[in-house]
């Protein structure tokens, strides 16, 4: 069976952006290509065991085993030297991908405390970035047993060539953007 926000995009996303930006190829619709979940751990320099922990975690919340990203280069005033262990990392794609988008937008974003909505800054490419301050937000992690409270970056890679239909996309999927208010924020700072 496929995934429910695979399905939901096939039926009714593809239309829609179809008909909004009067796309006459089927394959330039914009799409979902891969999500890219990561986790730099800084405390790593002084921990090692927080790396670990850190793929662990991020293994249970994406299924699928991360990789360990190591520096680059040496910087001194990090105590870090090349190729120490810095983060890990997990690029979804297919039917992973959609169910953990679909896990993420249904179920993760709106147990966040405060949750207003996520800012719309795409990269300029139609590729989106959201940052989560921990992973305890996600439903596999059990409090009981968290180490380290690690935050992570997920990146949303779509085929869309511009943010406009970058950010059509991920809103008819789901991605609860941060509703603009009526009037422009510059007038409000005039007046206040």
């Known amino acids: 069976m496929a995934p ?4 939901k995009y096939a039926s ?4 829609k952006l179809k008909s909004r930006f009067n796309i006459t190829n089927d394959m330039a619709i914009p799409r979902l290509v891969k999500v890219v979940v990561n986790m730099g751990v800084g405390k790593a320099v002084e921990n090692k065991a927080r790396v670990e922990a850190a793929a662990k975690d991020l293994g249970m919340i994406t299924g699928q085993q991360p990789t360990i990203r190591k520096s680059r280069e040496a910087i001194s005033a990090f105590k870090l030297r090349e190729g120490m262990p810095i ?4 690029t979804l794609r297919g039917d992973r991908m959609w169910e953990f988008s679909d896990r993420l937008i249904s179920i993760v974003l709106p147990r966040i405390r405060d949750f207003r909505g996520v800012k719309d800054r795409l990269d300029g490419r139609g590729n989106f970035t959201l940052g989560l301050a921990e992973q305890t937000v996600f439903p596999e992690i059990e409090l009981d047993k968290v180490e380290f409270v690690q935050g992570m ?3 949303f890679v779509t085929t869309a060539g511009a943010d406009e239909q970058g950010y059509a996309l991920l809103k008819e999927l789901g991605m609860p953007f941060v509703q603009k208010e009526a009037g422009d924020k510059k007038a409000k700072k005039k007046v206040g």
């Open 87 to 90: 983060g890990c990392a997990v």
């Open 4 to 7: 429910r926000l695979k399905e």
């Open 12 to 15: 009714e996303v593809k239309a």
């Open 153 to 155: 970056d997920i990146t």
